[in-house]
């Protein structure tokens, strides 16, 4: 059992053809059901739906008070290595880029850690590369035992691994990974990523089962938006979290929605996505998914992060670094892509106080999981 | 007139409104809202605080006498995490109190009863006093009752959902035959729901979201107060049956009296 016939049998062209041949009249069902199905989440975010998007906006606010509260979730990302062996078009990280590769030492972590619990963050995400001889499966063990007793949430945004992998990293206290497929257009895929493990288009779509099958607490999905057709990759995403509901019925689920960012000399996006548009896609997705948690990062400026908020994020990131050592070891070093939004956590959780948000900093205790002690 | 004041293992409440501590925009508007409530049991869930620090945000504001903590497992899926789960919120809240939620879905979060019964057992020989978040399933209330739960928390509607009492029909069976208190959780999203529980004689009810989401959360807090309160006191005064035809009221066989 896997994502793979759903998606064999949902060709790309047929998808963007029926999204933008959606009307008006398609979009004012899928508003006016009890619950949208995913037909009605292509009217939603059709070109179609440009017309209604403050009546969808209102919908998503209500949608996600009722199930969120009026609260936002803290995190950010701790950057442990900037080795990796892929070609990525779009990454700072890309191997055939020359910057200087480092990778943090267990006390390094520590350094690192000390800042961020210092600014009040109890719920850290650890990036990596993609390059096994340094940062393979037994470093990101090293990494959670190192880090678990100072965080309650740890999530990961790694390269893809094998069942097995999960299945050893999850009792050391993983509770969250992130894998954004970057996009589900498989030539286009192909283009960006021509060298390297990632390469594989096949066993990236397939993490989410190896992660459900081996009882991740959460997971997150997405694409890269910019470098193919984002109404259809943001299809394919729904795609692909409704059949993961439905399979891996225990796990939760949340979505990002990275806009591909300037980065040293590489790619400018392929499809501009516009703020508008994004805002329809967040909105589209809160109406056909009242549980997911929606996740906005620093990529966004704080003009657009200050007003989406309101309209269905549920958990945003805040005084991010992209580059290992970021935060304490190595300030200067190359970042993976910049940030849009410098501001302190400690602003960024006044500003959702001032709009009526109360930041949540912990929401999860690793004692919940009684395989960690 | 007063109503009865309302007993759960030997403890005596005279609010028959339980609050929860989720969803409230900072924790002082929380603090407040739950002080306007008059609600005596708040229920806080063990994945929000931070047991290791004297100073969290959420149990300070949570320090009035008024004020008994229930800590919930929310967040756990399975028995087993549950009564680890349990022991650490003794240990660090000082109660043995417990709202015992195991809900494996995360999407809607609704209680898994196999795991709840089992977590349920065990708990009650640990010497919990146990509060199971459960379906409105009147046998599983039943077994719950005999494994030695201190009340029953059957829901209304999905968590969250503000829809109101969907389970009505089960809810009467359940308040028919139980032995233990029921409270009504989850799905209450107005005072009139919570009223319509007290009438028909379910002991109290717990809300969250229908508090912490309002416009204006401390007046609503307010709403349910009163709407629990006219409730309890209408189930006591004993409602006038609804009939589906006219009933005189000279009755043609007054005669033979």
Redesign the interface.
């Known amino acids: 059992m896997s994502f793979r016939p759903i998606f064999e049998a949902h060709a790309w062209d047929d998808v963007k053809t029926s999204i933008y041949a959606k009307t008006a009249a398609d979009v004012e069902r899928a508003l006016a059901a009890p619950k949208r199905t995913l037909d009605g989440f292509q009217a939603l975010i059709s070109p179609a739906a440009a017309p209604y998007l403050e009546q969808m906006a209102q919908l998503s606010q209500q949608l996600t008070?009722?199930?969120?509260?009026?609260?936002v979730q803290l995190y950010v990302p701790l950057y442990l290595s900037n080795e990796c062996q892929n070609i990525c078009t779009y990454c700072g990280f890309s191997l055939d880029n020359q910057i200087r590769r480092r990778t943090l030492s267990s006390v390094e972590m520590l350094q690192e850690a000390a800042v961020l619990k210092g600014w009040g963050y109890?719920h850290v995400l650890l990036v990596t590369g993609e390059a096994n001889q340094t940062v393979g499966v037994d470093y990101l063990e090293k990494a959670l035992r190192t880090l678990r007793p100072h965080f309650?949430h740890i999530s990961m945004e790694v390269q893809p691994l094998d069942q097995a992998d999960y299945e050893r990293l999850i009792p050391q206290g993983l509770n969250t990974v992130l894998v954004y497929q970057e996009t589900y257009h498989q030539q286009d895929y192909k283009k960006h990523h021509p060298k390297g493990k990632k390469s594989n288009f096949h066993y990236r779509l397939d993490t989410p089962d190896r992660l459900g099958r081996a009882g991740i607490h959460?997971m997150g999905l997405g694409v890269l938006f910019g470098l193919e057709d984002w109404r259809t990759d943001a299809f394919y995403t729904a795609l692909h979290l409704d059949y993961l509901?439905r399979t891996y019925?225990?796990?939760?689920y949340s979505l990002s929605f990275p806009r591909l960012r300037p980065t040293e000399g590489l790619l400018q996006p392929k499809v501009e996505m516009t703020d508008r548009e994004l805002v329809q896609l967040i909105c589209a997705y809160r109406l056909l998914n009242e549980?997911v948690e929606l996740s906005i990062s620093t990529r966004e400026s704080p003009t657009f992060r200050d007003n989406i908020i309101r309209l269905g994020i549920t958990s945003i990131s805040a005084g991010s670094k992209t580059n290992p050592g970021g935060y304490a070891v190595a300030p200067e070093s190359l970042e993976q892509f910049e940030i849009s939004d410098e501001r302190s956590p400690q602003e960024i959780a006044a500003m959702l106080?001032r709009q009526?948000?109360?930041p949540?900093w912990?929401?999860?205790?690793p004692?919940?999981?009684?395989t960690v002690r | 007139m007063t109503t009865h004041p309302l007993v759960i293992a030997g403890r005596t409440f005279s609010s028959r409104l339980f609050t929860g501590t989720?969803?409230?925009?900072?924790?002082q508007l929380m603090e407040e809202a739950l002080l306007a409530s008059g609600s005596e049991l708040v229920t806080v869930a063990?994945?929000?605080?931070?047991?290791t620090s004297a100073d969290d945000d959420l149990l300070r504001h949570l320090g009035h006498p008024q004020f008994s903590l229930l800590p919930n497992?929310s967040?756990?899926?399975?028995a087993?995490?549950a009564?680890?789960?349990a022991q650490?919120a003794r240990e660090a809240l000082e109660t043995n109190w417990l709202k015992l939620e195991i809900h494996?879905?995360?999407?809607?979060l609704l209680p898994d009863p196999i795991e709840t019964l089992k977590a349920a057992e065990e708990l009650v020989q640990l010497g919990f006093v146990v509060l199971p978040y459960i379906h409105a399933d009147p046998v599983l209330c039943k077994r719950l009752e005999e494994v030695g739960v201190a009340a029953v928390m059957p829901l209304g509607a999905p968590i969250?959902?503000?829809k109101g009492l969907l389970t009505r029909e089960f809810l009467e069976i359940i308040i028919g035959q139980s032995r233990v208190p029921v409270v009504v959780d989850a799905g209450i999203g107005a005072p009139s729901h919570a009223a319509a529980a007290l009438e028909m004689g379910a002991d109290a009810v717990l809300v969250n979201?229908a508090i912490?989401?309002a416009g204006q959360p401390v007046a609503m807090a307010q709403a349910f107060k009163m709407a629990v309160e006219a409730g309890r006191l209408a189930y006591e005064a004993k409602l006038a049956a609804p009939a589906s035809h006219a009933v005189a009221s000279s009755p043609l066989t007054a005669f033979l009296d």
């Open positions: 008070r009722r199930r969120f509260g009026n609260t109890d309650s959460k509901e019925w225990q796990t939760k549980e106080r009526g948000y109360e949540v912990k929401d999860w205790d004692t919940l999981t009684a | 989720g969803k409230f925009s900072s924790a063990l994945k929000r605080v931070d047991v497992t967040g756990v899926r399975t087993k995490e009564v680890f789960a650490l494996p879905d995360p999407k809607y969250g959902s503000n979201t912490a989401v």
